[in-house]
């Protein structure tokens, strides 16, 4: 054969191919891998991204956040039933727990400051316990206000209770669980429980 049998044979002439090596163009393989990789990729940074911004925190600093966020709804309760209230009993209950709670609320606010945690509307908002208010409304109209009251105001003390155990758990803070010990103390104090067989 020829050297020019191809100008008078073109039947004898192949086509290119398409180099695959590695000085060639990329496979289709190789673009199948690397789009792969990228949605891949593009998962994980979702993911983590997700994880850790948008994710809710439920570390010490926003338990302390739940925790100042109920103190302010107990207080809050306790304001509006001040001119109601007419049994000995309910006006012990309140006015112990406003001062506690209030002296409470203060400490938890100075261990928010340090860690540069700051609670915010939202959260205050999402703390109002609506059906105790709705309960106090009805017993208004009912003529049964003190009673409902003090067992109301007694069953959301023993709520911030366990919450504060929780807390005292959720957290190897020295000074947090010293905060944090105080007021459980004092709440179990003025509802009558033994703080040394259920601290």
């Given at each position: 054969?020829?050297?020019?049998?191809?100008f008078?044979?073109?039947?004898?002439?192949?086509?290119?191919?398409?180099?695959?090596?590695p000085?060639?163009?990329?496979?289709?393989?190789?673009?199948?891998?690397?789009?792969?990789?990228?949605?891949?990729l593009?998962?994980?940074?979702?993911?983590?991204?997700?994880?850790?911004?948008?994710?809710?925190?439920?570390?010490?600093?926003?338990?302390?956040a739940?925790?100042?966020?109920?103190?302010?709804?107990?207080?809050d309760?306790?304001?509006?039933?001040?001119?109601?209230?007419?049994?000995s009993?309910?006006?012990?209950?309140?006015?112990?727990?406003?001062?506690?709670?209030?002296?409470?609320?203060?400490?938890i606010?100075?261990?928010?400051?340090?860690l540069?945690?700051e609670?915010?509307?939202l959260?205050?908002?999402?703390?109002?316990?609506?059906?105790?208010?709705?309960?106090?409304?009805?017993?208004?109209?009912?003529?049964?206000?003190?009673?409902?009251?003090?067992?109301?105001?007694?069953?959301?003390?023993?709520?911030?209770?366990?919450?504060l155990?929780?807390?005292?758990?959720?957290?190897?803070?020295?000074?947090?669980?010293?905060?944090?010990?105080?007021?459980?103390?004092?709440?179990?104090?003025l509802?009558?429980?033994?703080?040394?067989?259920?601290?």
């Amino acid at each position: 054969m020829s050297e020019y049998d191809f100008f008078l044979n073109p039947q004898t002439q192949t086509s290119p191919k398409r180099s695959f090596s590695p000085n060639g163009q990329p496979s289709m393989l190789k673009r199948l891998m690397v789009v792969v990789g990228g949605i891949c990729l593009l998962i994980v940074i979702a993911w983590v991204v997700f994880g850790i911004v948008l994710k809710p925190d439920t570390g010490p600093a926003d338990r302390l956040a739940e925790i100042y966020s109920e103190q302010a709804d107990l207080l809050d309760i306790a304001s509006g039933a001040k001119s109601k209230i007419r049994s000995s009993e309910s006006q012990e209950l309140l006015a112990g727990s406003v001062v506690l709670l209030n002296s409470d609320h203060f400490a938890i606010n100075s261990l928010l400051e340090k860690l540069g945690r700051e609670v915010t509307k939202l959260e205050l908002q999402n703390a109002v316990d609506q059906t105790i208010r709705d309960e106090l409304n009805a017993a208004t109209s009912a003529n049964t206000y003190d009673t409902s009251f003090y067992e109301l105001y007694t069953n959301k003390l023993l709520e911030y209770r366990s919450q504060l155990a929780e807390a005292y758990a959720g957290t190897d803070s020295t000074s947090q669980r010293e905060t944090i010990n105080q007021a459980y103390a004092n709440i179990s104090i003025l509802l009558g429980y033994d703080v040394a067989a259920t601290n």
